[in-house]
């Protein structure tokens, strides 16, 4: 099978789509001084990113998924893969999150206009109104966001308009109906998640399908924890394929599910990008057998009771006390993966102490960060269990 796709939303898309949440950081002392009178985008390494385009572009794929949300990605984009290459050789998708800071209509639909002016892209293919549900929809129909972006599609600046969404089924549901105009959604799947209770992908998938709508996938390797498996679990997927990727059977899930148009992929560096190419550049789906091992890497997965959190970094904002909540969960998995209390209290010293951001111990129970997690996650519970294994 080629790369490319069947035909959703009038184009042959590839199924590899790149993420651009997670782009390369730079370490290099020179690099980061040339870099940095660059407005956001200082921290990104802009030489391995535009290596990154060149090779995703040579190998035949063309979806980017940026958002006005994401620390410097639109700006590093621009000089990444706008400046370089003619419009008509990508596909660029951006995202409005209205409840961001927006106070005003004005304010949330300038974010539109923002992102055109950071990324130079001139329009954008896909829009989405980024991140619906618990909460935050309110502040797309405040500011009548539904009608502005059709309305930017009328003009040009905009060709398909979707949404992203981590809230349940009955949600996504509520917004198809309320919402026909709606082209796409994009939905976190992968296989840990495909009939996880916090998640419900499986249920969100089959509603976008019965409303006949095509699925974007984001987080496909679950924020990265897909390959970072424990040992034994692993080696279900090594025996069963030794020359497969761990990433490779979370992507392959995700690409071989009818109605997706493309997995956005978060690579972070340039062996990702390699690996991903070198399995999706001649997709195959998973087969029969590949699915039965999956089920049981599922399984396996299940009596571990790690904390599900992808590292989206979205609660980072809303805690008052600056505890590094994703970097304490971090610690936490590998320790009930591994067990190795001195090693995991070491590296808790660093993900906290060390970083300049507090512990688990600061957390006043707020419930802030919970109102915004993207996996619905306990925090302030699990923050309690990190507490008593790695500071008392
Ligand atoms: N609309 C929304 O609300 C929303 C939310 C989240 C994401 N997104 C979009 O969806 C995209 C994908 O989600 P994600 O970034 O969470 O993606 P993901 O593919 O689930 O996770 C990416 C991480 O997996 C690890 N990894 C290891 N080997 C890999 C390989 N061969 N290929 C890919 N990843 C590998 C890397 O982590 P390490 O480098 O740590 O090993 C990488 O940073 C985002 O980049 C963003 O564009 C949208
Ligand atoms: S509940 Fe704790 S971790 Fe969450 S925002 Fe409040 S202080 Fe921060
Ligand atoms: S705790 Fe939730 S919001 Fe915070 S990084 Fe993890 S998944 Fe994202």
Redesign the pocket.
């Known amino acids: 099978m080629d790369v490319a796709n069947k035909p959703y939303l009038g184009a042959d898309i590839p199924k590899l ?6 782009l390369p950081r730079l370490h290099d002392p020179e690099l980061q001084e040339s870099a940095s009178s660059a407005p956001a985008g200082d921290q990104i390494d802009l030489r391995q990113t535009a290596q990154m385009v060149d090779e995703f572009l040579e190998a035949g794929f063309s979806y980017f ?3 006005y949300g ?1 620390p410097g ?1 639109e700006l590093a984009i621009a000089k990444a893969l706008v400046a370089r290459y003619p419009r008509e050789d990508y596909l660029l ?1 951006s ?1 409005l999150p209205a409840w961001a800071g927006a106070k005003t209509a004005a304010e949330a639909e300038a974010m539109l206009t923002t992102s055109l002016e950071r990324t130079g892209a001139g329009y954008f293919d896909f829009y ?1 109104l ?2 619906l549900g618990q909460g935050r929809t309110k502040a797309f129909d405040d500011f009548g966001i539904w009608d502005f972006v059709q309305a930017q599609k009328r003009a040009g600046l905009i060709h398909h308009v979707g949404f ?3 809230d349940g089924p009955e949600a996504l549901e509520d917004l198809l109906k309320a919402h026909p105009e709606i082209e796409f959604v ?1 939905l ?1 799947i ?1 296989y840990a998640d495909w009939d996880n209770p916090a998640q419900e992908a499986r249920r969100k998938y089959e509603v976008a399908r019965r409303y006949g709508k095509p699925v974007v ?12 498996l424990p040992t034994h679990i692993a080696d279900l997927l090594r025996k069963a394929n030794p020359g497969a ?4 059977w ?2 392959r899930f995700a690409a071989s599910l009818e109605g997706v148009v493309t ?7 340039l ?3 390699r ?2 190419i070198s399995y999706m550049r001649d997709f195959r789906p998973l087969s029969q057998a590949e699915h039965k091992t999956l089920e049981a890497v599922v399984d396996a997965l299940k009596q571990l009771d790690l904390v599900d959190c ?3 970094g ?1 609660c980072l904002a809303s805690c008052q006390q600056n505890i590094n909540i994703p970097g304490i969960f971090e610690v936490l998995n590998m320790y009930l993966q591994f067990g190795n209390l001195d090693f995991a209290k070491g590296q808790y010293g660093w993900n906290t102490k060390v970083l300049g951001k507090a512990g688990a111990g600061a957390c006043i129970a707020c419930a802030k960060c919970e109102a915004v997690c ?1 996996q619905a996650l306990p925090i302030i519970e699990r923050l309690k269990q990190a507490r008593q294994l790695f500071e008392d």
């Not at 990727?245 to 490779?248: C, D, E, V």
């Open positions: 789509g790149f993420g651009l949440m997670r998924d940026t958002a994401y990605s998708a995202k989405l980024h991140n992203s969404i981590h994009q976190q992968n996938v984001m987080e496909p390797v679950k924020g990265g924890n897909l390959v970072t990727s761990l990433a490779s979370a992507v997995v956005l992929s978060g690579m972070s560096d062996d990702q990008l690996d991903n992808t590292n989206c979205y993207t």
